[in-house]
């Protein structure tokens, strides 16, 4: 695993998120950039930090797929008891697309720190791209022990607004939905939307939602 890559706010942070990227992007790309500079403006200190896998590509690694979701949890784990040491206050896990789905999976585990609060994944992997019809992944949404949090783009290709309307998530779970945001929160040229909007928009639910879990 790769060292952490900080974003801090200037004052005191209300929290601090240990973020991990999605399957095909790593932690620096452009989406998780913004957003973690986003996060930084709302007082969210931002960890990130890579599995093995993506780190491996730097070195001239090979591109296969990733593992498993599952099979990333012990990494994770590991990341968070870095974090334990290097930061103090509130904790929240989370990540992009698969990042936030292994977060969400962790959050299950009966283990747990009590300084982890929440969980937040941004745009979650509901289903398959393009197969609403596959097998919901919805276990590690129900299985959490922590307050969840979905910012998820109204026709994310994972699970739209629309495919959404006709599930029933657990109580624990909540959803902010971005203006025509796709999987990357982007909307389409027509929308009245823009990206950077939609982006700021999900760092400031990420603020709310952590200003809930206070004591």
């Known amino acids: 695993m790769s060292d952490f890559l900080w974003n801090r706010p200037e004052d005191e942070p209300a929290a601090t998120l240990l973020m991990a990227h ?8 452009a989406f998780m950039e913004k957003l973690a500079n986003a ?11 890579e599995f093995a896998y993506m780190a491996g590509r730097r070195t001239g690694g090979s591109k296969r797929p990733p593992p498993r979701a599952d099979r990333l ?3 994770f784990q590991t990341a968070l008891q870095t974090l334990l040491a290097d930061a103090s206050g509130p904790l929240l896990l989370g990540g992009k697309s698969m990042g936030g789905r292994v977060a969400a999976m962790l959050g299950g585990g009966g283990s747990l720190p009590q300084r982890v609060r929440g969980i937040c994944c941004f ?6 791209t393009g197969k609403p019809d596959a097998e919901w992944r919805l276990s590690p949404l129900q299985e959490s022990k922590r307050p969840v949090l979905i910012l998820q783009g109204d026709r994310d290709p994972f699970g739209s ?3 959404l309307d006709t599930v029933t998530l657990p109580g624990t779970v909540s959803l902010t939905y971005l203006e025509d945001g796709n ?3 982007g909307p389409r040229g027509k929308s009245p939307a823009t990206l950077d909007g939609n982006i700021r928009s999900a760092a400031g639910a990420v603020a709310a939602f952590a200003a809930s879990l206070r004591d």
Do not use: C, N, Q, T
């Open 39 to 49: 996060l930084a403006d709302e007082g969210i200190a931002v960890a990130r930090f």
């Open 183 to 185: 999987h990357d929160f």
């Open 123 to 128: 745009g979650y992997p509901f289903h398959p």
């Open 22 to 29: 999605g399957a095909g992007a790593p932690m620096d790309s």
């Open 161 to 163: 607004k629309a495919e």
């Open 73 to 75: 949890i012990g990494e």
